[in-house]
């Protein structure tokens, strides 16, 4: 069976530092993606990041990069010199073939001034 | 501009009565979902359909209906069976069910009294 755990449940940080959401995730199958949501305050979800099992090469956007292991099976998220406006709820997910998308509890980020 | 809209954005209704909520969008996508957040929790699927005139049921199905008559609408009915309704929905669709990327609604959020 397909599950993502986010371990931490809420982050507070100061802007401009850095921090780094964690996920985990198990599955038996080989092929497979990852993704990571923002969820604002208003409540809709934002896609960030697709990666498929086969690439593990560390992806950067702007203050965005994500660290894809398949050794810890973890697919973590960090922004760098956090702001206030990165202050939201995020969600990792795993889908597999053609089954459903597996999202974790999430982890709520406030970025404090 | 293309994307997915979800009417409205808060709903009010007493117990006992049926509920529609609509989506819809303007991808040319296939596939659709309808998902449910609790506060402070992941999302939960309900239904999905990867194509017209087809849906199956997801996780936590029960208590809902949904109907796929056209590519671009996908509305869930919560019935009066749905024990707790109250709940923030979401919808989305992507491409095709499976890898692709599934991209969300603003939400419903529906208090049931």
């Known amino acids: 069976a397909q599950k993502v755990t986010q371990a931490q449940t809420e982050i507070s940080v100061v802007e401009k530092e850095d921090v780094t959401l964690d996920c985990v995730y198990e599955t038996r199958d080989t092929t497979y993606y990852l993704f990571w949501y923002k969820q604002p305050p208003s409540g809709e979800l934002v896609f960030l990041i697709r990666?498929?099992?086969?690439?593990?090469q560390n992806e950067i956007s702007g203050r965005y990069s994500w660290n894809f292991q398949k050794s810890t099976s973890s697919f973590n998220f960090t922004i760098t010199a956090s702001q206030v406006v990165d202050s939201a709820v995020y969600f990792c997910?795993?889908?597999?073939?053609?089954?459903?998308?597996?999202f974790g509890q999430g982890t709520r980020l406030t970025i404090n001034p | 501009d293309g994307g997915i809209t979800q009417s409205p954005k808060y709903l009010f209704r007493k117990e006992g009565q049926n509920v529609t909520l609509s989506c819809e969008q303007n991808l040319n996508h296939d596939a659709m979902y309808w998902y449910r957040q609790d506060p402070g929790q992941g999302l939960r699927l309900i239904y999905y359909s990867q194509i017209v005139n087809d849906f199956q049921k997801g996780d936590i199905a029960e208590g809902y209906s949904v109907s796929r008559e056209k590519k671009e609408s996908f509305p869930l009915t919560v019935t009066s069976a749905q024990k707790n309704p109250t709940a923030f929905y979401l919808c989305?669709?992507?491409?095709?069910?499976?890898?692709?990327?599934?991209?969300f609604g603003p939400g419903t959020r529906l208090t049931v009294t």
């Open positions: 990666r498929n099992s086969f690439d593990e």
């Open positions: 997910a795993l889908i597999q073939g053609a089954q459903k998308l597996v």
């Open positions: 989305a669709s992507s491409i095709s069910s499976g890898s692709g990327e599934q991209y």
